[in-house]
């Protein structure tokens, strides 16, 4: 068996708030819904050690990124067979997206970059980072990968405690001592100038080696408007920043985000009209072919149709299965028939993402709309936006289609159940 996780120490807090932000009024909820022990479920919300799929699982159920919380070692050395072997980020099998990591992997060697990565759940951003941010570390530059999710409730209730949880969070990444005291004036200066005086004057003059920060999550500051609006502007401003200055040439920013921008932004303030957009797509079959392979798996073109015909390119979907393939967790035939069905491969997840959209009247009735139309479908605006950031769905111009059959079924199924 596999190596296992466990959260760090000082993530557990986090993790158990991410349990009541789901709707789980009980550990047993979410312990049924994924069909593991309820004695699994305590050892993750507690900090001890769980096994590798059930720690990605149940951190995906959350909402939660597992690298930014799992307890990962820094230095280890990755294992001749790179699954589920060892608890290190390197350990694990990535699958480059041609000419996506070149592109991005060129842009953050030079000064002034901005990019702007966005996708759905579940596809591959966070592993995108994750690579990228590793090449990164190996040509010397310091990086940072900040996860909003990690936030407290209390860090968002203004500007200025956003902003000291932002500094101390990107200081605490770095190992450097907290001076947030030394440069931070709200007597007479503002928030934001604050801020930018303690990147410039502190953690960028601290070190002359380009310093990569990563953003993660940045949808969640969306829910506060005007939060979010000084935040963004303060981004742009720093990039702008980055094309005149020498000392914010070494500042390279990564954007993370699952859906539309939809809080007004002023056009020469926004982070998201700037830089270079990468929007990530299903695998195609040639990757989930290589991916199969690099689990020295026994493959056929016959059999990477056959589960993207219930799948699609869905990255998450496509390795959970080869992983469970793998590990003899089941038969490919088996995987197939029951992948839609409550004791399928996808149970958990599935489970989940039914929760979501059963709590809020007009996501359920646009599930209902799509799924259970013959031909593609006209949603509200907002509806879209929201259906397509959690995956759900696929927009073909302005019209929505199931994202892969594996949906379509269950939740065909799940709607029958309220007639």
Not at 60 to 76: E, H, K, R, V, Y
Not at 132 to 151: D, I, P
Not at 312 to 339: C, D, N, V, Y
Not at 354 to 377: I, K, N, Y
Request: aromatic letters at 10%; one cysteine or more.
């Amino acid at each position: 068996m596999g190596r296992s996780l466990q959260v760090r120490a000082d993530a557990v807090c986090k993790v158990k708030a991410g349990l009541r932000r789901n709707g789980y009024a009980r550990q047993k909820d979410l312990a049924e819904e994924l069909g593991i022990a309820l004695s699994t479920l305590s050892n993750y919300l507690n900090g001890r050690p769980v096994d590798y799929v059930n720690f990605t699982e149940i951190s995906n159920c959350l909402g939660l990124d597992w690298q930014a919380i799992a307890d990962l070692p820094t230095t280890s050395e990755p294992e001749s067979l790179p699954i589920e072997t060892s608890c290190s980020i390197e350990s694990f099998i990535y699958i480059e997206r041609p000419p996506i990591d070149r592109i991005c992997y060129e842009a953050l060697l030079h000064p002034s970059c901005l990019l702007r990565i966005k996708a759905p759940r579940l596809m591959g951003k966070t592993s995108l980072v994750a690579h990228l941010l590793r090449q990164a570390a190996h040509q010397g530059y310091r990086t940072v990968h900040l996860n909003f999710h990690l936030a407290n409730q209390a860090d968002f209730r203004s500007l200025s405690a956003f902003l000291q949880w932002f500094c101390a969070s990107v200081t605490q990444q770095l190992q450097l001592p907290n001076r947030l005291a030394q440069y931070w004036d709200e007597e007479f200066s503002t928030n934001k100038i604050s801020c930018t005086e303690y990147f410039e004057k502190y953690l960028l003059s601290n070190n002359p080696q380009p310093l990569i920060l990563s953003l993660d999550e940045v949808d969640r500051l969306f829910v506060y408007p005007e939060l979010a609006a000084d935040f963004l502007s303060l981004l742009r401003a720093w990039y702008e920043k980055t094309k005149t200055l020498k000392i914010w040439q070494q500042l390279r920013l990564i954007i993370v985000y699952a859906t539309e921008v939809y809080i007004p932004l002023n056009l020469h303030e926004s982070p998201f009209n700037v830089g270079q957009l990468i929007e990530l797509h299903e695998f195609t079959a040639e990757q989930i072919t290589s991916l199969a392979q690099q689990y020295t798996l026994e493959w056929t073109e016959s059999q990477t149709q056959q589960l993207m015909a219930i799948v699609g390119g869905h990255p998450e979907w496509i390795s959970k299965a080869l992983r469970s393939l793998k590990s003899k967790e089941m038969p490919f035939e088996q995987l197939l028939q029951t992948a839609a069905l409550e004791s399928g491969l996808y149970r958990g997840e599935l489970r989940h993402l039914w929760r979501m959209v059963h709590q809020r009247t007009e996501l359920l009735e646009g599930m209902r709309t799509v799924m259970q139309a013959s031909q593609p479908v006209r949603l509200s605006t907002d509806l879209s936006y929201q259906l397509h950031s959690l995956g759900l769905i696929q927009l073909q111009g302005n019209f929505a289609v199931p994202r892969c059959a594996l949906y379509q079924r269950y939740f065909c199924d799940r709607l029958s159940e309220l007639l």
